[in-house]
């Protein structure tokens, strides 16, 4: 069953046609015109109540086409476990972080108005183009070098707590709290003192660019200080990081997909006009240190057609498939829990069980029933050319360790 994105034109999102978001909806759409002065932010492929895609051919949402059809297409659930996304973005988001399921549950019984969601959002992003991101807290000695590097930050944090970085988690507590609480003003005094006088020490670590780039569009944001907390990543296409609950993270500039369990639940803490909750962010933060370099999340399969990437979560996995120019046919195995199928490049026809066949084309996104037969089979059209295709899925992967 083909479907519609979501579309979500948040202003962080990449403008008209750069957006990798945008030139998938038109693919996908005749009808979708790309208006080059709108921002195309997020496409969401799933039943999330938020933002649910719909059956191409009738326009009915897709939870609502769940809800009064047979479970056994999504394998007896009442909805996916999971949410489907493409991301372009244009200017950072959030400094973040995603509750477990308790503390979910909790934040949403307490503050409904602002959790609106009961349930964890673990995420995994897999870049489309190049992509950055900052990502789980430096090596303590990583934060503490860049305090005696830069001597507003030393000053903002106190040299003594600074110091006590060498201690390890405890001293990083004190640091990364003082600094999220630290004043307006202070924190102002601090960014613009080191971009006038330090942009040495950024360019060595290779942020300077980010620097600039958050302090444009966030001026005196405590985020941009978050730089030298936290590990920058720099992903190339096809490369995933996993952000499991409590992970701090902000997305910086790229086009991605995403993966995540069906919830909307965010606690955010900086470079944003969103609420910000920093009391609640510090207070479940994961304040772990690892390099950059143990950051990158590895398929666990990986052959020439296909790589899983499967979290340590039931709630979802993703496999990307490739099909070379010259490879006719490819099958799979169909997932019984129901699964989504993004097209980002290629043509095939799809043959999913004893269902119609469908003609898949770049930005086609199409449902495939758990129940319809054991495979999914790729077949070539025409001349055939290279076939890229992300499928998300509920993660039975798990079941079978
Ligand atoms: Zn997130």
Redesign the pocket.
């Known amino acids: 069953m083909e479907l519609v994105g979501n579309i979500k034109n948040y202003v962080w999102g990449k403008k008209g046609s750069e957006s990798a978001v945008a030139e998938l909806a038109k693919s996908n759409c005749q009808d979708f015109v790309i208006n080059e002065n709108e921002y195309y932010a997020e496409m969401w492929m799933g039943a999330h109540a938020s933002g649910p895609s719909s059956v191409k051919s009738t326009g009915e949402d897709l939870q609502s086409y769940f809800s009064r059809y047979d479970k056994e297409i999504i394998g007896g659930h009442d909805t996916l476990p999971f949410l489907f996304k493409v991301l372009s973005v244009r200017q950072a988001l959030s400094i973040?972080v995603?509750p477990n399921k308790a503390e979910a549950a909790k934040l949403h019984a307490e503050r409904p108005d602002i959790y609106k969601d009961p349930n964890h959002k673990p995420?995994m992003a897999i870049a489309l183009t190049p992509f950055k991101a900052m990502c789980g807290f430096r090596p303590y000695n990583e934060i503490l070098s860049f305090c005696r590097k830069l001597p507003p930050l030393m000053e903002l944090l106190g040299k003594n707590n600074a110091e006590s970085l060498s201690q390890g988690l405890q001293g990083l507590k004190v640091c990364f709290q003082d600094l999220m609480t630290a004043d307006e003003q202070s924190l102002k005094t601090c960014i613009k003192e080191i971009y006038e006088n330090y942009t040495d020490v950024l360019k060595a670590a290779d942020i300077y660019n980010i620097f600039q780039q958050i302090n444009r569009d966030f001026p005196g944001d405590v985020g941009i200080l978050c730089l030298f907390f936290l590990n920058v990543l720099r992903l190339q296409p096809g490369e995933a990081i996993f952000?499991s609950a409590n992970e701090i993270?902000a997305y910086l500039q790229g086009d991605c997909i995403e993966c995540m369990a069906c919830s909307d639940n965010?606690i955010r803490a900086g470079l944003t006009p969103k609420y910000k909750d920093v009391e609640t962010l510090l207070k479940n933060l994961n304040y772990e240190a690892a390099p950059a370099s143990q950051k990158s999340f590895q398929p666990i399969i990986s052959d020439s057609n296909y790589k899983l990437f499967s979290p340590n979560i039931p709630d979802f996995a993703v496999a990307q498939i490739t099909i070379p120019k010259d490879q006719d046919k490819y099958s799979l195995k169909n997932e019984k829990f129901g699964s989504i199928l993004l097209v980002l490049e290629g043509e095939r026809t799809l043959k999913a069980g004893n269902l119609p066949e469908i003609k898949l084309h770049k930005g086609s996104v199409v449902f495939i029933p758990g129940n319809c037969g054991e495979r999914v089979e790729f077949s070539t059209v025409g001349d055939g050319s290279n076939f890229v295709g992300y499928f998300s899925m509920y993660n039975s992967f798990l079941e079978k360790c």
């Open positions: 973040q995603h995420e952000l993270h965010v």
